[in-house]
C-alpha cells in the first residue's frame, strides 16, 4: 500500500472514531438527563387545586364522516418526569383520541390527541382521557343537516341502564357551589338478598355519590334509595339503610298512582324544630307522550311526567305532603328534567346537554 494511501485510511479511522465517540457522547448526555427513550413519562391532567385543566376541542363534527387531520384535542399536561407517554381517551360515539410519543423534559406543555373513527350519531358526546391515573373530561358535538330534534339514542328505554352511559345535569338554581355534575353508569352490580328486583346498576358521580337503579322483568323502574328526588335530597338526616321502591311504570296508564314503602326514621328541620319520624313517596302518571318536552337546548319526543308527592309522618303525628314535584323521562334517554316545589322556592335539575347513552 502507498504512504499516501495508509495515511488515507488512518484519516478515515480516526474520523470515524470521533464520530462513534461523539455518538455515544449524546446517548448518554441523553441518558443521564432525560432516562433516555425506555424511561416511562408521569404527570398530570389537573392543576395544583385538583381540578382538571382546560381541554380544547379543535375542528367539525359530522355524522357518518371519518374524522381527519383537522379533528383533535388539545389537553395540558405537566409532566414531572420525562419519558414515553400514552394519552388517550374512551370511545364515544364511534369516536376515539389519542398521541403516544415521547418527552425530553419535565414541565408543562400541550398535547394534541388525534381524532379517529366516525360519528355514528348526532348528539353530545362525553369523553374520558386519561394519563398516569389521571382522568378527566371534555365532550363533542356532532351534528347532522337536516336532522331535527327528539328521537332516540336506538335505545328503547325510557331509563337506560347501560354501562357507560351518562348525564350532565345542571342545578337552576345554583345548589350551594354545585352547578352542574355527571352521573356516569358502573360497571359495578349490586344484589340485594330479599329485595324484588335484587340486582342494581351503580350510578356514580365525580364526588363519589352513588345511586342504584334496577329494571324488573315486568319493565318497572326500581330505585334502592331514601324516597327522595333523584339527586337532590330532601330530608335533613337518614338511615344507612335504603328502601326498594317503583319510580317508573311505562306501562302504566295516565292517572295511575302507587306509593312506596315508609322509610325512617327520617329528621326534618323546620325554622325552630326538628320532627323525626317516616315518609313515603306517591308517584302518579300526568302525562304519557302526548308533548315533546324542551331542555338544554333539545327537543325529547315520547316522554313521561311522573309526579312525585313526599309525605313525612312525625312521631305521634300523620302524614303531610313535604314537598311535590315533576321527574320527566324521554325513550332512548332517561330522566331529562326534574321540577322540585313551585313558584319563587322552585328547584330544576334540568339536563345541560343532550345525554351519552352507550
Given at each position: 500500500m502507498k504512504p499516501t494511501n495508509i495515511l488515507q485510511t488512518i484519516r478515515r479511522i480516526a474520523l470515524l472514531a470521533g464520530v462513534i465517540l461523539a455518538f455515544n457522547a449524546c446517548q448518554k448526555e441523553i441518558s443521564l438527563e432525560t432516562g433516555g427513550y425506555n424511561g416511562t413519562a408521569e404527570g398530570e391532567l389537573i392543576d395544583s387545586l385538583g381540578f382538571c385543566k382546560s381541554i380544547s376541542v379543535k375542528g367539525k363534527y359530522m355524522?357518518?364522516?371519518?374524522?381527519?387531520?383537522?379533528?383533535?384535542?388539545?389537553?395540558n399536561v405537566n409532566f414531572t418526569k420525562a419519558g414515553k407517554y400514552k394519552i388517550y381517551s374512551d370511545t364515544v360515539n364511534g369516536m376515539w383520541f389519542l398521541d403516544s410519543g415521547f418527552v425530553v423534559s419535565?414541565?408543562?406543555?400541550?398535547?394534541?390527541?388525534?381524532g379517529k373513527g366516525t360519528p355514528l350519531f348526532e348528539k353530545v358526546s362525553d369523553f374520558a382521557v386519561y394519563f398516569d391515573n389521571n382522568l378527566c373530561s371534555f365532550t363533542v358535538a356532532t351534528s347532522n343537516a337536516g336532522s331535527g330534534g327528539g328521537g332516540t339514542t336506538g335505545n328503547q328505554d325510557y331509563f337506560p341502564l347501560t354501562f357507560g352511559s351518562s348525564w350532565v345535569y345542571r342545578y337552576s338554581p345554583q345548589l350551594g357551589t354545585t352547578d352542574t355534575f355527571t352521573v356516569r353508569i358502573a360497571q359495578q352490580l349490586v344484589q340485594v338478598n330479599g329485595v324484588d328486583?335484587?340486582?342494581?346498576?351503580?350510578?356514580?358521580?365525580?364526588?363519589?355519590?352513588?345511586?342504584?337503579?334496577?329494571?324488573?322483568?315486568?319493565?318497572?323502574y326500581y330505585a334502592l334509595s331514601t324516597v327522595d328526588f333523584d339527586y337532590t335530597l330532601i330530608f335533613d338526616s337518614i338511615p344507612q339503610n335504603f328502601i326498594s321502591y317503583i319510580f317508573l311504570k311505562p306501562g302504566a296508564n295516565v292517572g295511575d298512582s302507587w306509593e312506596t314503602g315508609e322509610y325512617g326514621k327520617v329528621r326534618v328541620d323546620g325554622a325552630t324544630t326538628k320532627e323525626r319520624g317516616v315518609a313515603k313517596a306517591i308517584f302518579t302518571i300526568v302525562s304519557k307522550n302526548t308533548?315533546?318536552?324542551?331542555?338544554g337546548g333539545k327537543t325529547y319526543d315520547n316522554v313521561i311526567n311522573v309526579?312525585?308527592?313526599?309525605?313525612?309522618?312525625?312521631?305521634?303525628?300523620?302524614?303531610?305532603?313535604?314537598?311535590?314535584?315533576?321527574?320527566?323521562?324521554?325513550?332512548?334517554?332517561g330522566l331529562i328534567d326534574q321540577v322540585l316545589g313551585s313558584g319563587t322556592g322552585a328547584q330544576n335539575v334540568p339536563l345541560y346537554k343532550a345525554p351519552d347513552i352507550k
Open positions: 355524522v357518518d364522516t371519518p374524522l381527519n387531520g383537522d379533528n383533535y384535542v388539545v389537553v419535565a414541565g408543562q406543555t400541550t398535547i394534541k390527541l388525534k328486583p335484587s340486582i342494581y346498576w351503580q350510578f356514580g358521580t365525580p364526588k363519589g355519590d352513588t345511586f342504584y337503579f334496577s329494571k324488573s322483568n315486568a319493565g318497572d308533548a315533546s318536552h324542551t331542555v309526579k312525585r308527592d313526599i309525605l313525612f309522618k312525625p312521631d305521634g303525628g300523620s302524614y303531610r305532603t313535604l314537598i311535590s314535584g315533576n321527574s320527566y323521562y324521554a325513550k332512548g334517554y
